[in-house]
């Protein structure tokens, strides 16, 4: 492929708690990392207890929007693509939020808007992304923990085989139950009860008997692997693929949700817009860690790459849908 025919790609996640955007560009031999930037835009503000998009939600979204297609132009980026997953599932005025995004989608592509994606198919991109390039043993479970959802995913061989979304995530966990800052004994076990019903159903839709391998992805995953290996700030490249151990995991999960917010603040790796809410998202960890360690599983490895780099893929073509190579950063 010659630079004069070289694609740019984007792709954009926009979930519950924050807005993403990866600019790739696509080579012969897989893509090559331009830009990765993520802003928390809390777009499922309230969604849970009302049922619509709040104002001031929704502006967020737009200014971060605005700003993400600003970058993308600059970068020679044709192709681009939006998914939305569980906050805009719920919404009563979801029309608002895809009127937005065309507006700015179509400074691109146009006609292009943001699209709500099952919870299958969002799965199936989140595992194709966490997993390129990453060594691991099969069968692999992929665990995408967002702010109104969770994703499970079973596959081997880079083929999924098994997966489902959960409606528990670090945000919805925490406007449902976790009211008091520290949580109480009691907010906590009204949480506790409501992770165990989705992680059942979650299992029984997605067994994990003979899964050797675990997978998180996503800022909840990233920040706990962060704190456990003592970074002072965060380093996506000493992240990426780190390991943890499921003891070590569980009492960092089990620390985190008896701090304050502002003492979470405190932790170098912290990004200001997640203190609030992991929280919720650790005890989702915990009950998973619980299942994991159940079927033999000893670790979590973490993936910096998720969801956007399986759409980053996915609009690269079937050139690279053969590829063993992942995604890799520019230098």
Do not use: K
Not at 36 to 56: K, W
Not at 235 to 248: F, N
């Amino acid at each position: 492929m010659s630079a004069p025919d070289r694609v740019v790609v984007a792709a954009i996640d926009c979930g519950t708690n924050s807005i993403r955007l990866l600019v790739s560009r696509v080579e012969a031999d897989g893509l090559v990392e331009l830009h990765r930037q993520m802003r928390i835009v809390r777009l499922g503000q309230g969604v849970d207890a009302t049922g619509e998009f709040a104002a001031e939600a929704l502006d967020r979204v737009r200014v971060a929007l605005h700003d993400y297609v600003d970058l993308a132009l600059e970068l020679g980026v044709t192709a681009v693509r939006m998914v939305a997953t569980s906050a805009a599932r719920d919404a009563a005025n979801r029309d608002e939020f895809f009127a937005l995004t065309a507006t700015e989608l179509g400074r691109i592509t146009p006609g292009a808007q943001a699209e709500v994606i099952e919870g299958t198919e969002e799965a199936a991109l989140s595992y194709r992304g966490a997993t390129a390039g990453l060594a691991a043993t099969d069968p692999v479970l992929v665990v995408d923990l967002g702010g109104g959802s969770t994703e499970l995913v079973v596959g081997s061989g880079g083929t999924v085989e098994r997966a489902f979304s959960a409606d528990i995530g670090c945000v919805r966990i925490t406007e449902r139950a976790l009211h008091s800052d520290p949580p109480t004994d009691a907010e906590v076990a009204v949480a506790q009860a409501a992770i165990t019903a989705g992680i059942d159903e979650a299992i029984r839709r997605v067994p994990l008997d003979g899964v050797r391998t675990w997978i998180g992805v996503a800022g909840t995953f990233t920040t706990l692997a962060a704190l456990a290996h003592g970074l002072s700030d965060y380093d996506p490249a000493l992240i990426h693929g780190s390991r943890v151990s499921l003891g070590e995991l569980t009492d960092l999960c089990r620390r985190l949700v008896a701090m304050s917010a502002a003492q979470r603040l405190e932790l170098g790796p912290m990004h200001p817009g997640r203190a609030d809410v992991i929280g919720g998202g650790a005890l989702v960890v915990i009950a998973l860690a619980q299942a994991l360690t159940a079927v033999g599983v000893t670790e979590l490895v973490v993936s910096e790459h998720d969801i956007l780099d399986g759409v980053a893929l996915e609009l690269a073509g079937p050139t690279l849908a053969e590829s063993d190579g992942g995604p890799v950063a520019e230098n």
